[in-house]
């Protein structure tokens, strides 16, 4: 019987995983600062009413709170755990609150940093990816067992260093995210009329606008803390270059130095033309669902590609 | 029986329309600089081996080359037209050809700027959207003949002015392709591994770096025109300084700052969640795919939703 403490249990991502341990034969007891006994008793799993024993006695504890208080739970919590057990941490970036698990878990207990790379929506694990970033010399038992659990249920498990995710989540996270931010606070600076924009789609408009609708939805204090990733402060600086670097071309004229970027932009990128038959079907799904019939397992049947000037 | 004479009707927009309109009973000839006869005969068009006489001869003559050739096309040609006759453009802009069909076409002659918001790959017109940019004073005849044909085929059609036309697409068009190419040309500057990032994706990623993808596999030629939208200027500069505006509050930690930005622009934006929830579906269509079961008729199978830091 190996027992589970989901420190944050109660939100969104930490009752996802209360859920999927509960039902893999986990004994999941989750805590939460705001005390929401009633969403522990709908999920089946015990609340841990004294938090220091249950750190103490579980043989996993999850860090699942925001990221701006995950290292101080850290610091507070992770001393008092017992030899041979495993703390982890769900959080986007990962060098920080590695270095504090790693800093504050006694020796003998494992370290493992964790970043799902879906959100707590997702009904099963199978198709998605989930990253893992241990501590070096910090053990692979819970590692091993975590992975073969995951992968079970189909997930995709990758294993980086911390520093490595990070780098790499500034361009993933934090820079997909700064675009479309940036491109929904410049339709409330040129007060656009975003609903009547609409009627004048193209389908390539249409997806971004969704898109950038999305991300708007969602919890400013996640997406604040996601740029906070140390990495992307270079990736933020090199994006709005770039966005200089096309404008001067389109405004002085310079059409054929602005082709000259697209191209060497094209070329770094690699396959584009399977970019665009992906794409492609993005937007053949998009118009089938508008037309009332979504998945008519004719995919083909519509294209609304945008090779004119139509797009 | 019509006649339509189709300058640039070789290429993959004058083509389309002069599939089109053949099926739709008129007579087409299709001209084109590079003299691609073959590409008329493939399509049981005629070619206008007599360019002028064509000019002089025929009910329609759409024009359908390169933004930055058509101004001059229709200097040259437009004069030639007979009374009663109509003159329009395909162009993704449409002040500047409007004013040029204005004022080299003859009096008598009706005038009609046309911007499809699709490609030439799209086979049917049915949930598609045409803009029509009549010139004023330039008759109605034709305006009422053609929304009938387009609309009869179930396209919505949107009359605006041309000024107003190009003020909206320096957004839908302009501000959207801006953004990706920016995105595009960032990854080549950061030398980041795009192939290896497909390993760590998330679903908004993923759908974004298609659509960069999508945008740099096109015409460089065609993205360049489009940039060159006046008002695509005032949109470039306002995208570009509230990306700076971010940024900063990122760099210097002021994330309540960076938050307010994204709460305005949720305001402005309006129905943030309904554009949540079709991008869900977009994401489910995709996992579905990616899953090698396209269409599978139950579209709300699998959330890959990302309202956790896991996006």
């Not at 925001?66 to 495993?86: F, H, N, Q, Y």
């Not at 118009?287 to 139509?310: A, C, I, L, Q, Y």
Request: hydrophobic share 40%.
């Amino acid at each position: 019987m190996t027992t589970m403490l989901i420190v944050g249990g109660t939100g969104d991502t930490g009752s996802w995983f209360a859920r999927y341990f509960r039902d893999r034969g986990f004994v999941v007891l989750v805590w939460g600062p705001s005390g929401k006994v009633q969403v522990a008793e709908s999920m089946g799993v015990a609340w841990a009413s004294d938090l220091d024993r249950a750190v103490e006695e579980s043989d996993v504890v999850v860090i699942s709170v925001p990221i701006e208080r995950t290292v101080e739970v850290i610091r507070d919590l992770a001393p008092r755990m017992k030899p041979g057990s495993l703390l982890m941490d769900v959080t986007s970036l990962k060098s920080e609150p590695l270095r504090a698990m790693d800093a504050f878990a006694p020796a003998g207990v494992e370290v493992l940093g964790t970043h799902p790379m879906f959100g707590p929506t997702m009904p099963r694990l199978e198709g998605q990816t989930i990253i893992l970033t241990p501590a070096k010399g910090r053990g692979q038992a819970w590692l091993v067992r975590l992975r073969e659990i995951f992968e079970a249920d189909g997930a995709s498990i990758e294993v980086l260093s911390a520093e490595e995710h990070d780098e790499i989540m500034a361009v993933v996270q934090a820079l997909t995210h700064f675009a479309y931010i940036g491109i929904g606070s410049a339709l409330r600076a040129l007060d656009f009329d975003v609903a009547r924009s609409r009627r004048f789609m193209s389908p390539v408009y249409e997806i971004m606008l969704d898109f950038v609708g999305r991300i708007l939805d969602q919890s400013p204090e996640l997406y604040a803390s996601i740029q906070q990733n140390p990495r992307a402060t270079r990736v933020r600086q090199v994006f709005i270059g770039e966005c200089m670097r096309l404008a001067e071309r389109a405004e002085s004229g310079d059409l054929a130095g602005f082709q000259d970027i697209m191209r060497l932009a094209a070329q770094h990128y690699g396959q584009t033309h399977q970019a665009l038959l992906r794409s492609d079907r993005i937007i053949n799904a998009r118009v089938r669902e508008r037309d009332g019939n979504p998945g008519d397992g004719n995919p083909g049947d519509r294209s609304t590609g945008d090779g004119n000037p139509g797009s």
